[in-house]
């Protein structure tokens, strides 16, 4: 059985999904080179590198790049180094955009760094504001595990999480969840890949604005960019809008600058704070040397927005591109951006953190709670069987016995579980999926390490680590995955809103439909917030009188009911109780965690129940 020389796999079928090089011989799978494999002079890359250097180049523009940069020992290091500087240039950048380049001076592209361990190169050196993760996911729902896990290590809470290539469906993405995150997403249409999404925390409000999309919704194109934009409210300054866009390789670039700058247009007229993340699929490396690219620069330039990453985002053998951005209009000196060195997929995350704006609604970080241990509920046992309760006992009047003896059981009670203000420490990030342990994380640790090894020396020998570490790795997550779901089911088979939480959970079917900006009173759409709230006080309000207007009057009385009736006279009797049949009442209960009116836990009371009443009415 013949084997792929580039992944060492085994070829099953070889006519079918197998080629073969016409110089050395040698055996592949289609699906791990490229060129056109219907030729029957095909040459590996290996032969046509010896032969010709750039044969196997289809793209001009990485053509020009790769004879810019080549050397035939690769240097991973080198490729790190290539950096956008668009002072360098002076073709294509207007009066306006040269004169506005020059006053920002270098003031943001110079924090734009690679990132190869979050936990201690991702460092501020100001507090963090406003921030934006970007990530290409080539499908959020294949990668999903790996993506929650590089997010919560990364021990670092960003405003927004934008994504693009989700390969999101219409009917999925409530599926597709980041814990305190709202989702707005918008798939593809009539393809699979591409698509792109926002999470936005939930400690932001925000609205859609979908009027500021690229392509409109009366456009019908099938090959176009996929784009979602949101305005973040804010009330103590300018709001921001944030946009994520996707533009497919096969998307025609002047279409796509021409709804660009017409977006750019609209947002220019709002005058409020803008960043435009996304995977554009345009190197602007090739700012200089590729027209459609400069235009797609200067678009931004000519609207007061500049790039924020400025080295490159997606690296491969033989070549280094800028693809993946965020473009603002926000000048501060508080500003970090990055890259995260990181092989989810061939596009590293990018991200931006602003310092001087901060939107998040910030709950108090002290809270009032009582310490519920055993040695507390000892203690409100004893003082419980010490007490007097003698004199409750022979007052006369039941409802001041009562009260009496409500206020001395709460001193108790307040004394033994003492109210204490306690800080409260927020976790950053988003938390770990029960199913991916401490072992597993270690093992996704590694797992960058091996990658960057093999970007660092790309050999053979390298990559088929990285690549079986990594198909194990994910064997193992879909197996932990699984028998976490197995066991949260078999421990709650016998309760059936248990049981039907965890298939919520699975399903998606737990996250809360957003209410809605408008509302439909007396046949007209209203949106204003006073109106809405009149409408529904004046609907609720009148429940009562609308129904009772619709029972038909009859001249019958509800007297003319009771003559038949014997006379209920002594008709009632209520047989005396004991100590035994309050406490059997009282545990049949079910016991909450949480207090009630009086500020007493019912399951601390079930606990102390017998004190309370053996003892207290012996």
């Known amino acids: 059985m013949a084997e792929c020389n580039q992944c060492s796999k085994c070829i099953y079928k070889v006519n079918c999904n197998s080629i073969q090089c016409k110089f050395c011989k040698a055996m592949y799978h289609k699906r791990c080179v490229y060129g056109n494999l219907e030729d029957d002079n095909w040459f590996c890359y290996k032969c046509s590198g010896d032969i010709f250097p750039f044969n196997h180049i289809l793209d001009d523009g990485e053509f020009l790049f790769t004879i810019r940069y080549f050397n035939n020992s690769y240097d991973y290091n080198k490729m790190l180094d290539l950096k956008f500087n668009p002072f360098l240039f002076e073709v294509g950048i207007n009066d306006k955009s040269h004169d506005y380049l020059q006053n920002l001076g270098t003031l943001n592209c110079k924090s734009c760094n690679y990132v190869f361990d979050p936990s201690s190169d991702f460092n501020l050196s100001f507090k ?32 927004i999480i934008a994504l693009s290539e989700t390969w999101f469906k219409e009917d999925h993405s409530n599926l597709i969840d980041i814990s305190n995150y709202n989702l707005i997403s918008i798939p593809r249409q009539g393809r699979r890949s591409g698509g792109a999404a926002l999470y936005v925390h939930n400690t932001l409000s925000y609205k859609a604005r ?26 103590q300054s ?66 007061d927005m ?81 007490t007097d309760w ?57 797992k960058d390490k091996l990658y960057r090894k093999y970007r660092s020396s790309p050999t053979a020998s390298n990559k088929r680590a990285l690549s079986d570490y990594k198909n194990k790795l994910t064997s193992v997550i879909r197996a932990s995955k699984k028998q976490y779901y197995c066991n949260l089911l078999d421990v709650h088979k016998r309760d059936l809103k248990k049981t039907w939480g965890v298939l919520n959970d699975l399903l998606g079917n737990r996250r809360k439909k957003p209410l809605s900006d408008s509302f439909v009173i007396n046949g007209s759409i209203v949106s204003d917030s006073q109106q809405i709230a009149d409408g529904l006080n004046d609907y609720f309000v009148n429940v009562g009188p609308n129904l009772a207007s619709n029972i038909p009057s009859t001249p019958t009385k509800f007297n003319d009911f009771l003559n038949s009736v014997p006379s209920p006279m002594h008709s009632l009797f209520l047989s005396p109780t004991d100590v035994e049949e309050v406490v059997d009442i009282c545990s049949s209960f079910k016991a909450g965690t949480s207090s009630g009116f009086d500020d007493v836990k019912p399951d601390i009371v079930k606990i102390v129940l017998n004190h309370v009443t053996y003892e207290t009415f012996k």
């Not at 406003?130 to 809470?157: C, G």
């Not at 059981?409 to 029960?434: E, Q, T």
């Open 128 to 159: 963090a504001g406003f921030s934006i993760l970007h990530l290409n996911v080539r499908s959020f729902n294949k990668n999903q595990d790996f993506i929650n896990a590089f997010i919560s290590n990364l021990n670092f809470t960003f405003s």
């Open 210 to 235: 979908p009027d500021l999309n690229l392509i409109q919704a009366d456009r019908n194109d099938i090959d176009h960019s996929e784009s979602i934009f949101v305005e973040i409210i804010s009330p």
């Open 238 to 303: 300018k709001n921001i809008i944030v946009g994520n866009v996707y533009r497919a390789h096969r998307t025609n670039v002047d279409s796509f600058n021409s709804d660009l700058s017409n977006c750019l247009d609209r947002i220019s007229l709002e005058n409020k704070l803008c960043y435009i993340s996304g995977d554009f699929n345009l190197d602007i490396l090739h700012y200089d040397t590729d027209n459609k690219v400069n235009e797609f620069v200067n678009n931004f330039y000519s609207h």
């Open 306 to 386: 500049f790039p924020l990453i400025d080295r490159p985002t997606r690296i491969v053998n033989n070549s280094a591109s800028i693809l993946d951005n965020i473009f603002t209009n926000v000048l501060s000196k508080q500003i970090k951006s990055g890259i995260f060195v990181n092989n989810i997929t061939d596009h590293y995350p990018v991200f931006q953190v602003t310092g001087a704006i901060d939107l998040h609604k910030h709950s108090p970080n002290f809270i009032n709670c009582r310490t519920f241990n055993q040695d507390n509920i000892n203690c409100f046992k004893n003082h419980l069987q010490l």
């Open 390 to 446: 003698d004199n409750i006992m022979n007052d006369s009047s039941p409802t001041k016995a009562y009260s009496n003896f409500v206020t001395k059981f709460n001193d108790l009670y307040n004394r033994s579980f003492p109210v204490k203000r306690k800080r409260i420490s927020r976790a950053k990030g988003i938390p770990h999926k029960p199913w991916i342990t401490k072992a597993i994380l270690r093992s996704i640790s590694r």
